[in-house]
């Protein structure tokens, strides 16, 4: 395939992963009274330094995080959603905020949700159910042992996973259909966040967001497409793959009905963010049509094939083929009275 990834390796060429920051404005969280705990003797202030050391040197790189020096108990981290789950390529920010109590306490977090709710542990008003940070049963924060990394890799491996559905802790049953319905409706919802993201991307974040969406917008768009068209099933689509399939992955109406309304909304804010992208659309297009043309011609192949195959059989046996027109021959019965 040649519609292929600008950067590969999705590591920011510009964009540190981790620095600091001055402006928290807009940090959810920033009216939150902790500015009274100053003291470099503190606990407080201590854990947070390791806190910040630990992230500067092991942070994985789909993971980026700000930190504010006139704020250190605020902290903002971005965590870009892993490829094979329906969460891929997409931009997920998260606020933290660090108590008084802290380390005794965990941070309370909030995530960017602009009233979606994109997994059963992510709230739309932003809560975020996790049982390290003491807000779901599990698990628990363990003072001066748990960290804020492990924390964000928490989020990224047990939060925005594969199969989402199965995070609600009432599913008691093992349903593919449901779990596939399930992230049919994440990655919409994850396409409707990225358009939000490129409206109003987070302070400080604003080059990173403007990077990413121009190195990953033609994987994404292709990923869209190759989902409505049931070429690959949603969340698996992997970069300059073929999209050719043996069998098309059934689309419900929901889902295509979904897409169809953001996939242009979101075209557009990528040529915004990025307008070598205007001339995209031709090509991707072309390239659904030779996917189109290609699938065909494989199932027409492969059909050919098998009655090339039943031809063979019938060939070989030809009291099979006689059976089946119905003119083989029925042997005699003989009656008892006969045979004696």
């Known amino acids: 395939m040649e519609l292929c990834l600008q950067n590969p390796n999705g590591i920011s060429k510009k964009f540190p992963q981790f620095d600091t920051a001055t402006d928290a404005s807009d ?68 606020d933290f905020f660090f108590p008084a109590e802290y380390p005794y306490t965990p941070p309370r977090v909030k995530y960017t949700a602009f009233g979606l709710r994109i997994n059963p542990n992510l709230y739309d008003t932003g809560y975020l159910c996790l049982s390290i940070l003491n807000t779901w049963p599990g698990p628990s924060w363990q003072p001066n042992v748990s960290t804020v990394l492990q924390v964000l890799v928490s989020i990224q491996g047990l939060v925005l996973n594969e199969e989402p559905f199965y995070n609600e802790p009432l599913v008691l049953i093992n349903s593919s259909y449901l779990s596939k319905k399930y992230t049919d ?69 929901t889902f295509l009905s979904s897409m169809t309304s953001y996939y242009a909304i979101l075209f557009s804010s990528f040529v915004k963010n990025d307008p070598s992208l205007n001339d995209f659309r031709v090509q991707l297009n072309e390239l659904m049509e030779k996917t189109e043309r290609e699938y065909i011609e494989k199932t027409k192949f492969k059909e050919s094939k098998f009655m090339n195959w039943i031809y063979g059989i019938f060939k070989k046996f030809p009291m099979l083929n006689r059976c089946v027109k119905g003119n083989a021959a029925v042997p005699e019965t003989v009656s008892l009275s006969e045979r004696e």
């Open 27 to 94: 940090h959810s969280y920033f009216n939150s009274n902790n500015t009274l705990i100053t003291s470099t003797d503190s606990l407080f202030y201590k854990t947070i330094m390791k806190e910040w050391k630990i992230l500067d040197k092991n942070l994985p790189p789909s993971i980026y995080v700000r930190i504010y020096e006139n704020r250190i108990d605020l902290l903002r981290a971005v965590i870009i959603g892993a490829s094979g789950t329906p969460y891929h390529d997409g931009l997920f920010f998260f």
């Open 185 to 253: 409706n994440v990655f919409v919802l994850s396409c409707r966040t990225m358009i939000f993201l490129l409206q109003k991307p987070p302070k400080n974040f604003e080059d990173f967001v403007v990077e990413h969406f121009r190195d990953h917008g033609r994987r994404i768009l292709t990923a869209c497409k190759a989902y409505m068209n049931g070429y690959v099933r949603v969340g698996k689509y992997q970069d300059c793959e073929s999209l050719v399939c043996d069998r098309k992955v059934k689309v419900s109406s």
